[in-house]
């Protein structure tokens, strides 16, 4: 599975951004896909979560109502919208993709945050004051 993530870059705080993570190298319709941010120091974290096959997803608390996920399967991407931007939210955000024995919303029900076997290489996003 091959994951590329776009769409990040600077934003003044208030603003919105929707980055996106292609996916190729797997049945799209049967994956999930999580969100994840790191800042510098910090353990990464999980914050959205989508099952493509039924479009279950799942947030943290720390983001729930400001970041949507969706997924677009002519496309085979995965979206995450963030609304809202808050300087805190200043982070690299990966996608990350589980082993092919957790499909579907198996994967954001049980095992997201926790794992993810597949990253792609980040994309920064900075919020400015």
């Not at 994951?3 to 797997?26: F, I």
């Amino acid at each position: 599975v091959q994951l590329v993530e776009s769409g990040g870059g600077l934003v003044q705080a208030g603003g919105s951004l929707r980055l996106s993570c292609a996916v190729s190298g797997d049945n799209f319709e049967e994956y999930a896909i999580g969100w994840f941010r790191q800042v510098p120091g910090k353990r990464r974290e999980g914050i959205a979560c989508i099952s493509n096959s039924d479009g279950t997803t799942r947030y943290s608390d720390s983001v729930k109502g400001r970041f949507t996920v969706s997924s677009d399967s002519d496309k085979s991407t995965v979206y995450l919208e963030i609304h809202a931007l808050k300087i805190e939210d200043t982070a690299v955000y990966y996608c990350g993709g589980p082993r092919s024995s957790y499909r579907g919303p198996y994967y954001c029900q049980m095992i997201w945050p926790d794992e993810a076997d597949h990253w792609g290489q980040g994309t920064q996003v900075t919020v400015s004051s």
